[in-house]
């Protein structure tokens, strides 16, 4: 399978501070996904990207999809505590059967004290 | 507007029962897979389905079984539960193959004794 790592693990922030998390994959991927799980609750897209370069904003965050091909990073800014969560990285990949799989990162758990 | 929705959201299986866990959408995606989550591990693509009567294995399907008999149920079954597979299971939408944004349900809590 792909090979993508995830960092930080996890953060633990005061409230109002900026978080910034990174993807790096094996492999050239041409989408780059983010996705935030709250507790008890499934993963939701936050952003997508599709080009090399492209650097794409939704509210507070803000995520790049490397000039490379091989890493993706994710920015919050003024963090508040609705940003708990977990926040996954995740590759769009064509299978062997022609079809197209998500593979996640094993995700960064943060945590922010008011 | 249900999305996907998951039964039942918690479960004890003693080792060796089997049992399934249900998923059904109404968005009309062509489609839905199944994940397990484990603490540190991310999201593992268990089996998926391209649409109605195909399926196909993802990364970990070893102990587990899909079918997909009309668009919107995707039922994931354990024929014979075993420790190793208590875990939290999501099962996901999508319009299309490439479409990047797949719908989760809220999730199933496994435990296997």
């Known amino acids: 399978g792909q090979q993508l790592n995830q960092s930080p693990q996890s953060m633990f922030i005061q409230e109002g501070e900026d978080v910034s998390m990174n993807c790096t994959s094996s492999s050239i991927f041409n989408t780059w996904l983010w996705y935030k799980q709250e507790p008890g609750e499934g993963p939701v897209l936050l952003i997508a990207?599709?080009?090399?370069?492209e650097l794409t904003s939704n509210g507070r965050l803000t995520a790049q999809f490397g000039i490379t091909r091989k890493d993706s990073f994710l920015n919050i800014s003024a963090s508040i505590p609705s940003d708990v969560g977990i926040y996954f990285c995740a590759l769009l990949s064509r299978s062997g059967a022609g079809s197209y799989q998500l593979t996640f990162g094993k995700g960064t758990k943060l945590s922010v004290i008011p | 507007n249900a999305g996907v929705t998951q039964t039942p959201k918690f479960q004890v299986l003693k080792t060796g029962q089997s049992m399934t866990l249900q998923c059904a959408q109404d968005m009309n995606h062509e489609y839905m897979s199944w994940y397990r989550q484990d603490p540190g591990m991310g999201l593992r693509l268990i089996h998926y389905s391209v649409g109605a009567g195909i399926t196909d294995q993802g990364e970990v399907p070893n102990g587990y079984n899909v079918s997909r008999s009309t668009t919107e149920d995707f039922p994931l079954r354990l024929l014979s539960a075993a420790p190793s597979q208590t875990s939290v299971y999501f099962c996901a939408s999508s319009s299309g193959q490439r479409n990047t944004e797949a719908f989760f349900g809220q999730g199933t809590r496994l435990t296997v004794v």
């Open positions: 990207l599709y080009k090399a370069g």
